[in-house]
């Protein structure tokens, strides 16, 4: 069965570091999403991409993140510098578009904890 | 501004005791409805899909139904492996590039 791949699956950094997460959605799925989910509540979404091209990104905070798809396959999302509010978990969906469904299939998604 | 509210937020249940959640929605030209079940530590998992009210849709001890303001996930005869927070969610927008907005879940416990 496909999946969505994401690294790491854990990060422990300090504030004011850098942290990169990585993304592979499923081969073939056009649209990619970025969500930020902080314990206790609903994904939020950071970015969404239309292959290589940004979509939305009014969640994303863009002073300190940063998101590309620059082939339109794999994606990163990256945080410099990390502030103790970002400790999240971060997960990645991808969907096809051949799908009028909209029915994302989610990664297991990136815990980060900053220290 | 559309919203999705899921309640409650937390529920315990005894094993076999039959219950709701709720979803209800404030979004202009609802294109779907979905509920997804997310295990500690995971991403969410894909249940259902509701387009229209009066839709139902089951699966196991599932089943989920959509009125024109809201949505039940109804859970009969629950075991312990039901356990998962259950996420509500809905396509915001009227274009293929909709985005997809999540209410807050329902943490369900259910206790043997």
């Known amino acids: 069965e496909a999946e969505v791949a994401q690294s790491p699956r854990y990060k422990i950094t300090e504030k004011s570091q850098a942290v990169a997460f990585w993304c592979d959605p499923i081969?073939?799925?056009?649209?990619l999403y970025w969500y930020r989910q902080i314990l206790g509540q609903g994904p939020e979404l950071l970015v969404q991409?239309?292959?290589?091209?940004?979509?939305?990104d009014s969640q994303l905070p863009k002073d300190r993140f940063s998101a590309e798809r620059l082939k339109g396959v794999d994606s990163t999302l990256k945080i410099q510098p990390a502030e103790l509010g970002d400790s999240a978990m971060y997960l990645c969906?991808?969907?096809?578009?051949?799908?009028?469904?909209?029915?994302?299939?989610f990664g297991a998604g990136s815990r980060l904890t900053v220290l | 501004e559309d919203q999705v509210t899921q309640s409650p937020e937390a529920l315990r249940l005894q094993e076999g005791e039959s219950s709701s959640l709720n979803c209800s929605y404030t979004?202009?030209?609802?294109?779907?409805l979905f509920w997804y079940r997310q295990d500690p530590g995971k991403g969410p998992e894909f249940l259902f899909t509701l387009y229209s009210a009066g839709e139902e849709k089951e699966k196991e001890r599932l089943k989920a139904t959509l009125t024109k303001k809201e949505s039940f996930l109804h859970i009969t005869a629950p075991k312990p492996e039901d356990s998962a927070t259950y996420l509500c969610a809905v396509p915001r927008g009227m274009n293929r590039d909709d985005k997809i907005i999540f209410g807050k879940g329902t943490r369900l416990h259910i206790l043997p």
């Open positions: 991409f239309q292959d290589e091209s940004v979509v939305d």
């Open positions: 979004v202009s030209g609802l294109r779907g």
């Open positions: 969906a991808s969907r096809s578009q051949r799908s009028g469904a909209n029915v994302l299939t």
């Open positions: 081969s073939g799925h056009a649209t």
